[in-house]
C-alpha cells in the first residue's frame, strides 16, 4: 500500500522558511514523479512544485525563485524549501506521486494522484 507522509510545517513570520518533508513507502519512489499541492481555506487546490524521476522541474510561478523541490531517492523522501514566505503561502500542504512523466502536467492533471495527509503551514505578517 502507497504511504506518504509530509512533515516540517508549522507556524512562521512573513520572510522566515520552512523545509517540507514527504516520506514515501509502498511504490519504487524513484520512478514516480512527485510534487506539492497546497489548498488554502476557501480556495481550490493548487500545484505548487513537481519533479520527476529525471530530475526536471516545474514550479507554480507564485512560488518560483522562493522555493526549492528536491528529492532523495536513497531515502524515499521528497522535500521543499521555503523561503522569503509571505501570509498568501498559507495552506495546508500536499505531497503526491504520479505516474505521470512531464513536470508542469504533474502539477495540472493531479486527477490519479496519490496523496499524503497534508501539513499545515502558516505565515503571519
Known amino acids: 500500500q502507497v504511504q506518504l507522509v509530509e512533515s516540517g510545517g508549522g507556524s512562521v513570520q512573513a520572510g522566515g522558511s520552512l523545509r517540507l518533508s514527504c516520506a514515501a513507502s509502498?511504490?519504487?519512489?524513484?520512478?514516480?514523479?512527485m510534487a506539492w499541492f497546497r489548498q488554502a481555506p476557501d480556495k481550490e487546490r493548487e500545484g505548487v512544485a513537481s519533479i520527476t524521476s529525471d530530475g526536471f522541474k516545474f514550479y507554480t510561478t507564485s512560488v518560483k525563485d522562493r522555493f526549492t523541490i528536491s528529492r532523495d531517492n536513497a531515502k524515499n523522501t521528497l522535500y521543499l524549501q521555503m523561503n522569503s514566505l509571505n501570509p498568501e503561502d498559507t495552506a495546508m500542504y500536499y505531497c503526491?506521486?504520479?505516474?505521470?512523466?512531464?513536470?508542469?502536467?504533474?502539477?495540472?492533471?493531479?486527477?490519479?494522484?496519490?496523496w499524503g495527509q497534508g501539513t499545515q503551514v502558516t505565515v503571519s505578517s
Open positions: 509502498g511504490l519504487t519512489f524513484s520512478t514516480y514523479s
Open positions: 503526491a506521486a504520479s505516474t505521470d512523466s512531464v513536470a508542469w502536467r504533474v502539477l495540472k492533471r493531479p486527477d490519479n494522484h496519490v
